[in-house]
């Protein structure tokens, strides 16, 4: 029964370069949250998809971010030209059941981006 | 937007003193729920209160929904150093998504 995973657990990137962040729900689960912590802050918001589909994308920046959900692999969190702005902790996070259900969230570890 | 507040950020106690963190949200919650994510962790789940009034225990933990479904807290009994972590609030969005309050950081001297 393996949880949510998450992977890279650390990345590294300069400047300018693109951060891809990948997310593997929970077996059976097909509703998924991208959340970003900055150190000794709450976590925010980013974006919630279910298979094939953005369902809101309210918390998540404009331009450079991007995510999707394919129906095949794992939810992918992409940012293009990073800055050092964009130094946090990202965790994913799944469920069951989404929109007004219950739905217990299960996290990922997280991965930790480090911007120079 | 919705906001979701919590009280106090820090929280230092003797082992074995009591807790309390408390959470306000800017407009009735359909349902609370409450993580706890440790030092270098990730949060993870402990509880959902959805019945206005609704109190809920957990062995030394105690969680109670506000009357008006707008506030809820956590109280710890007798902390422990296992106790140690952040204890985070969150409540739902209108698509599912979770809105997390801040937190409050939790450190239990032995």
């Known amino acids: 029964n393996a949880g949510v995973m998450q992977n890279p657990r650390h990345l590294v990137r300069r400047r300018g370069q693109e951060a891809r962040l990948r997310c593997s729900p929970m077996?059976?689960?097909?509703?998924v949250y991208w959340y970003r912590q900055l150190p000794e802050e709450g976590l925010k918001f980013m974006v919630y998809l279910q298979k094939e589909n953005i369902i809101d994308e309210s918390g998540m920046p404009k331009e450079r971010f991007s995510a999707e959900f394919p129906k095949e692999g794992p939810s992918i969190l992409r940012i293009q030209q990073v800055v050092r702005g964009d130094s946090a902790a990202y965790f994913c996070?799944?469920?069951?059941?989404?929109?007004?259900?219950?739905?217990?969230?299960?996290f990922g570890p997280g991965t930790r981006l480090t911007v120079l | 937007g919705q906001q979701v507040m919590q009280i106090p950020q820090y929280q230092h106690v003797q082992e074995g003193e009591d807790f309390t963190t408390y959470c306000n949200s800017s407009?009735?919650?359909?349902?609370i729920q409450w993580y706890k994510q440790r030092p270098g962790g990730h949060p993870v789940f402990l509880i959902q209160?959805?019945?206005?009034?609704e109190v809920k225990k957990q062995k030394r933990l105690t969680f109670q929904f506000g009357e008006a479904k707008k506030n809820s807290s956590l109280h710890i009994t007798a902390t422990q150093t296992t106790d140690v972590g952040t204890y985070f609030c969150?409540?739902?969005?209108?698509?599912?998504?979770?809105?997390f309050g801040k937190g409050t950081k939790l450190s239990v001297k032995p």
């Open positions: 969150a409540g739902r969005g209108s698509q599912g998504n979770l809105i």
């Open positions: 209160l959805v019945k206005s009034g």
């Open positions: 996070a799944s469920s069951l059941l989404g929109g007004s259900s219950y739905n217990e969230q299960f």
């Open positions: 077996k059976g689960h097909s509703h």
């Open positions: 407009t009735t919650l359909s349902n």
